[in-house]
């Protein structure tokens, strides 16, 4: 995992709109089309992507173009379970679609106890805002070649186990995205192509 010490800003009128929504209406209106929603959602990304370095929250897999990943807006603290937090910036990091998916995180849980401010809450998960993932969780290895993940507390074997982390499959796409990053600036155009067309076969 990542930690990031900024997050998505939303400028005031467009919070102030949101903020008008009923608290129990703000998860339906998250798929809306209206013009304060549609703003939002667009800086989560935008803005998430830039913050993250185009890298999943929780996996550390490249997202977007650089991973050929889907990003999503994820809410740490479900909006289903949460919708208080619905809108909520420091609440939402840009996650690949395995991660955010249903199979893996999906709507579970992951606040232990909830308070009114949300900085104050007790959460199950390693939080990429609130807490510093070196505490919680650790990666084997020789840096940069560090792809096995292994818990350091509770909190970071909760976060493993629930989202997955720890999988054949999570290790292998880090160490394919870890020795693109490694090799990509010193090859050529046409060995880029080469070494990405090799990669990207290993996962099939």
């Keep these: 995992m990542i930690r990031f010490k900024k997050w998505a800003l939303i ?92 199979a893996v995180k999906g709507e579970i849980n992951t606040v232990s106890k909830v308070e009114d401010v949300y900085e104050n809450c007790i959460f199950h998960v390693v939080h990429p805002y609130l807490d510093d993932p070196s505490d919680h969780l650790e990666f084997l290895g020789d840096s940069p070649l560090s792809v096995t993940i292994r818990s350091r507390t509770p909190k970071g074997l909760w976060t493993i186990d629930k989202l997955q982390l720890d999988t054949a499959g999570a290790t292998m796409e880090r160490a394919k995205d870890r020795l693109l990053e490694m090799y990509m600036n010193d090859l050529s155009p046409a060995q880029k192509g080469l070494l990405k067309s090799a990669s990207d076969s290993l996962g099939k």
């Design 11 to 102: 400028d005031a009128n467009t919070i102030a709109t949101l903020d008008k929504y009923p608290v129990e209406k703000r998860p339906s209106r998250w798929d809306g089309q209206t013009k304060a929603v549609k703003k939002f959602k667009d800086e989560v990304l935008k803005q998430g992507l830039a913050i993250q370095e185009q890298k999943c929250a929780w996996c550390t897999l490249n997202v977007g173009t650089l991973g050929r990943r889907t990003a999503h807006r994820d809410h740490i603290a479900p909006k289903a379970k949460y919708p208080q937090w619905t809108f909520f910036a420091k609440n939402l990091i840009i996650a690949c679609e395995y991660c955010n998916g249903f």
